[in-house]
């Protein structure tokens, strides 16, 4: 599976992650619909280098581009727009070995 690492930093406290969390071998970390409930839990998720499988990434994304279409075609202003809550460049990381980086995302061995 390819797996494409979440800038944690920009998910909320408290608010449902749309998306399964794993950590780079593959083990699941946080359910789709659960939340980060404070520093320390997001810590922890960086230290286990949260990511997220890529076809669930694509399909988060494609779903905040619909909401900003739908907002412009309402007649919303741009400054307006709500900012993404974990959708930005992919952040650059250093994986552990079993780990690589291919053009579509990060590449993870199951052992």
């Known amino acids: 599976m390819i797996y494409v690492p ?3 930093e920009r998910i ?5 992650l749309p998306v399964n969390v794993w950590d780079s071998k593959g083990n699941l970390l946080l359910r789709k619909g659960q939340a980060i409930r404070s520093e320390q839990h997001r ?3 960086r230290a286990h280098q949260a990511c997220a499988i890529e ?3 694509k399909a988060w994304q494609r779903s905040y581009d619909r909401l900003v279409y739908t907002l412009l ?3 919303a202003s741009v400054r307006k727009l709500p900012r ?5 460049q992919l952040p650059t990381r250093t ?3 079993a780990t690589t980086f291919t053009e579509t995302g990060w590449m993870c ?3």
Request: charged fraction near 25%; include cysteine.
């Open 95 to 97: 994986m552990p070995p």
């Open 109 to 111: 061995r199951r052992f």
């Open 73 to 75: 075609r309402e007649g």
């Open 6 to 8: 979440i800038p944690i």
């Open 43 to 45: 810590e922890a998720l």
């Open 55 to 57: 076809a669930d990434y």
């Open 12 to 16: 909320a406290f408290g608010k449902p």
């Open 84 to 88: 993404p809550a974990c959708l930005t």
